[in-house]
């Protein structure tokens, strides 16, 4: 009898488990199972029964906030977070997460930065974007402005546009620009969803 009741709990707790799918909305790949600290996770638990959901590890706490909508709030790195559902007393889904720092953002070129790159790669992808490394969170910031100084052999030219495209005077001067010339970005701002500008560290490319 014992061992009929466990063959049939564990035919529902797979069956529960196929029928829960949980997606952080926060993120580029929302397959990734990770909480940030110091942010909003927003997650989305799509199940069709009406259990506990508890979280355990890493500082956390879950918030429902609408329907299968919640907000995870952690506090401290770790390897062992999970999200538990329970029925009663009964654990019927666990998944594992880990639990991360943001780090700094910083801005490059088209994905690049303090390397070489040859000019036609700067022509077909001339602007600016900010990027968190190693990190999977949708962070939205955007440049707003950016000075560039073009850097050869004689002399330098500095110049200045807002936005993150490159201008019309500035891809002139990529165009022109001989073997070993390099570019230097500074004065870069940018702004996120809390509409605050920071700035943002300085970088360089030389061309190739």
Not at 6 to 23: A, D, E, H, K, P
Not at 54 to 80: C, E, H, L
Not at 177 to 204: H, M, V
Request: proline residues 3%; aromatic residues 10%.
């Amino acid at each position: 009898m014992k061992l009929i009741a466990f063959i049939l709990f564990t035919i529902i707790s797979i069956n529960v488990r196929g029928q829960v799918y949980i997606f952080n909305q926060n993120l580029t790949d929302i397959s990734i199972n990770i909480f940030y600290i110091g942010v909003d996770n927003r997650i989305s638990i799509l199940w069709l029964a009406d259990y506990k959901i508890a979280i355990s590890g890493g500082g956390g706490t879950i918030q429902k906030t609408g329907k299968d909508q919640y907000v995870v709030r952690v506090t401290t790195p770790t390897d062992n977070c999970e999200i538990i559902i329970t029925n009663g007393t009964k654990n019927i889904f666990r998944q594992s997460y880990f639990v991360r720092t943001i780090g700094d953002p910083v801005a490059t070129l088209s994905g690049i930065r303090d390397t070489i790159v040859s000019k036609n790669r700067i022509l077909l992808n001339p602007f600016l974007t900010v990027v968190i490394p190693n990190c999977y969170y949708n962070h939205n910031r955007r440049v707003l402005s950016f000075s560039a100084t073009f850097i050869n052999d004689r002399d330098s030219v500095p110049t200045i546009t807002n936005g993150n495209l490159l201008s019309q005077d500035q891809l002139k001067l990529v165009k022109e620009a001989n073997t070993g010339s390099k570019i230097y970005f500074d004065n870069i701002r940018a702004i996120g969803p809390d509409e605050r500008a920071r700035k943002l560290f300085p970088f360089w490319i030389k061309i190739q």
